[in-house]
């Protein structure tokens, strides 16, 4: 069974940057597809970006331009650069991976508050 931690969560303020990170705990990782969710109070789970196995990048409308969806095979550890951040981008992050999204794959989840 595949685990996955993320980090990299905290306080910025608008426009400000994080990086996200998810490792995972063995090398099949790197044939897996890789998704962060983000979750905020009293909405639904959505997806923020996925990449496949091939790199290929998906992003959300909200999102595009802003955030870069990465991962490091050799690391197994992927990566969700934040940039240009707002209020509204305030959530529990999670990273899921799986050979589809979501799988049942999940982490603990990362807080992202975006605030003043």
């Known amino acids: 069974q595949v685990q996955l931690v993320e980090s990299g969560g905290g306080l910025v303020q608008p426009g400000g940057s994080l990086r996200l990170s998810c490792a995972a705990s063995?090398?099949?990782?790197?044939?897996?597809?890789v998704g962060w969710y983000r979750q905020a109070p009293g909405k639904r789970r959505e997806l923020v970006a996925a990449i496949t196995s091939g790199s290929t990048c998906n992003y959300a409308d909200s999102v595009k331009g802003r955030f870069t969806i990465s991962r490091d095979n050799a690391k197994n550890t992927a990566y969700l650069q934040m940039n240009s951040l707002k209020p509204e981008d305030t959530a529990v992050y999670y990273c899921?991976?799986?050979?589809?999204?979501?799988?049942?794959?999940w982490g603990q989840g990362t807080q992202v508050t975006v605030s003043l």
């Open positions: 063995r090398s099949i990782f790197s044939i897996y597809a």
């Open positions: 899921n991976a799986g050979f589809q999204l979501p799988s049942d794959r």
